[in-house]
């Protein structure tokens, strides 16, 4: 009787029915994870020879091939919500990689800007909003752009060294005003636990690392109801939130994560309104949509003509003509008031001024507004001409398999992950998505992402380019990625979806995306990064 007891209490474990039961089973395989990947790592060394630091085990590894293998985990444990519920594996996916990643940077700035950014942190982690640095702090925020720490002893010394100057003063003050508020409320994650870090007494790189990792956590959540929020579309959704660029972003200090994730999440509520066009669309949706686009345009308000996308969402869909009328009108407040947060200090505050430095010095703000409206045709030719190869597929490398200073991963990865993208665009549809795939929303998500990127486009001329330039200098591809859902989920048709029904092949479609993706990033991670390690 006790032997059958047991075993219905395995089989019913191993069946993963109840959320109990998965948690308990993913926590048992992670253990299980864990020994294997002790074991891989120490044959890898046994067979290619001690690391510099002189052992037969590398840290980074060992978390590489537990991050691997855990996915497989993952997927079987969520094996019968795959179809469903997808987004409890995408869940588990995105937490590991960026989690991982976040934590296998260590004390490096390997991405774009890091110093401006984790000034910011530490700036808000200050009730005072004014600091005076720490030897360490202001190593991070003056010294070095990027460093090739790539020998696990280089990589330890700097740490070391790190953590002993941040005992001493270094003397330089920085400080913010609470009217930036609205604009840095992407930093404030991170700043919380620097804040908490700095109250304990805990070492300078471990408060580094779980700042960082704060924003690994939000990204992962935020677009995870995100992805709940949809009927379909799903795995177009997490394609886009995988996309190995959008996983470094969100692994590193930067606004971006911010932007991308409630770009994705605001598009989702968006788009579920769409799917459901007999459904009465409540007072609390509306705030959390257009409440969404406000906080997540924060750090980059010149996405704000995306807001007007919440037009497109048919008068049935209220319970009044009223609430209607008010909810275009606060659509069309919102968009104003975000592109108003970024305008107003533009125009009427600090003014156009000699640009961003960091251009060189042949950047001069005044004299570029100057040469454009001298010159309204080459401006606009030299516009057309950037935004042409800016939407190539050969710049969709820059947004897809881009990882800063460490460069780019190999081509194949970048080739099936747009592959994937374009694919999941055309096929993962339902029949929800009548009402979602017009004409109209077609032509006005192109029109809106057009209109965006050729605001980021003239804004770099004038900011970071040189005087009357041919092209444009710092507009980079990764700008792309908030646009990239909110324009591609509408261009397909529901005719074209695939598979046509639910069922074992759906289960299949989703297993195929949800397990590959995660893949394109790791392999490409391995490439520039973990296995220069040793």
């Known amino acids: 009787m006790k032997e059958s007891a047991r075993n219905k209490a395995i089989h019913r474990l191993l069946s993963c029915g109840t959320a109990r039961d998965k948690a308990l089973m993913l926590g048992l395989l992670s253990l299980a994870v864990l020994g294997a990947a002790v074991a891989v790592d120490f044959l890898c060394h046994l067979f290619l020879g001690p690391t ?8 980074y590894w060992i978390g590489f091939f537990f991050v691997c293998v855990f996915i497989f985990s993952a997927i079987f444990v969520y094996r019968h919500d795959i179809q469903a519920k997808p987004e409890n594996l995408f869940l588990a996916i995105v937490l590991s990689i960026t989690c991982f990643s976040s934590l296998a940077y260590g004390v490096n700035k390997p991405s774009w800007d890091v110093d401006v950014h984790f000034s910011q942190v530490i700036i808000w982690s ?8 720490s030897a360490a702090e202001a190593r991070m925020v003056y010294g070095w752009t990027w460093e090739s720490h790539f020998s696990l002893v280089e990589n330890q010394a700097n740490t070391n060294r790190i953590n002993a100057e941040a005992s001493s003063i270094d003397g330089r003050v920085i400080e913010g005003s609470f009217s930036e508020l609205y604009q840095n409320i992407a930093y404030l994650p991170g700043s919380i636990v620097y804040a908490l870090g700095s109250a304990l007494s805990l070492p300078f790189s471990v408060k580094y690392l779980l700042s960082r990792l704060a924003f690994a956590l939000v ?5 995870f109801f995100g992805m709940k929020k949809l009927r379909s579309g799903k795995m177009l959704y997490a394609v886009i939130a995988l996309l190995p660029t959008a996983i470094f972003l969100a692994s590193n200090y930067n606004y971006d994560y911010w932007v991308n994730a409630f770009a994705l999440f605001a598009t989702a509520c968006l788009i579920r309104e769409l799917q ?8 609390k949706r509306m705030l959390l949509l257009l409440g969404a686009f406000v906080i997540g345009l924060s750090a980059k308000a010149i996405y704000f003509p995306i807001v007007l996308l919440c037009l497109l969402i048919p008068k049935r869909k209220f319970s009044s003509k009223k609430a209607s009328r008010l909810f275009r009108a606060g659509t069309v407040v919102t968009a104003l008031l975000i592109a108003a947060s ?4 533009y125009f009427f505050v600090t003014g156009p001024g000699i640009g961003d430095i960091r251009g060189g010095d042949e950047v001069n703000s005044t004299e570029q507004i100057a040469f454009i409206l001298s010159n309204p045709g080459e401006f606009t030719r030299i516009l057309m001409a950037f935004l042409a190869e800016y939407y190539s597929f050969s710049g969709s490398r820059g ?7 460490l460069g780019y991963s190999s081509w194949p990865l970048w080739v099936v992950a747009f592959g994937l993208m374009l694919f999941t665009a055309l096929t993962d549809k339902g029949p929800a998505d009548k009402a979602v795939c017009t004409w109209k929303s077609r032509t006005v998500g192109i029109v809106l992402n057009f209109i965006t990127m050729a605001m980021i486009a003239a804004a ?3 900011a970071f380019t040189a005087v009357g330039s041919e092209t444009v200098a710092g507009c980079q591809p990764r700008y792309l990625i908030p646009v990239l859902f909110c324009t591609l989920v509408f261009l397909s048709s529901p005719r074209l979806a695939w598979p046509r029904k639910a069922g074992k092949h759906k289960t299949w479609y989703h297993a195929v995306v949800l397990g590959a993706m995660p893949f394109i ?6 490439q520039v990064y973990i296995s220069l390690l040793v």
């Open 276 to 283: 459901t066009p007999d459904e009465v669309m409540s007072l």
């Open 52 to 59: 510099s630091l002189g052992s037969l085990h590398n840290t």
């Open 219 to 223: 990204y992962s959540f935020i677009t």
């Open 521 to 526: 990033y790791l392999i490409g991670y391995w």
């Open 126 to 133: 200050n009730p005072s909003l004014k600091v005076e640095l």
């Open 399 to 405: 947004y897809i398999a881009f990882y800063a200073y």
């Open 460 to 462: 770099f001329y004038v």
């Open 342 to 345: 970024f305008a107003i200090p």
